[in-house]
């Protein structure tokens, strides 16, 4: 479920991930990483969305994970 984790010093982002069927979205800020799971991939791009407002951030922010590589995407 959600994990807060202590981070090295980066800047914020938004990240999200297919995983064996789940959705993951990792969202990092202020030092920390939190990352929620769910099982529908319309609603893991709905809060990804929403984190991206809240931090800022530009629409080109996002990223989708394809095998082991974070890969950019645009989140709409």
């Known amino acids: 479920m ?3 984790v ?3 010093k980066v800047s914020a982002r938004v990240e999200v991930a297919e995983v064996s ?3 993951l979205v990792r969202v990092t ?3 920390q990483e939190l ?3 769910f099982d529908v ?3 893991a791009l709905s809060f990804a969305e929403g984190q991206r407002i809240r931090l800022g951030l530009d629409e ?3 990223f989708r994970r394809s095998t082991s590589v974070w890969k950019p995407i645009r989140l709409v």
């Open 35 to 37: 990352t929620r799971s």
């Open 21 to 23: 069927g789940e959705w």
């Open 60 to 62: 080109s922010c996002g």
């Open 29 to 31: 800020e202020n030092d």
């Open 2 to 4: 959600d994990n807060v």
């Open 6 to 8: 202590p981070f090295r």
């Open 41 to 43: 991939e319309e609603y």
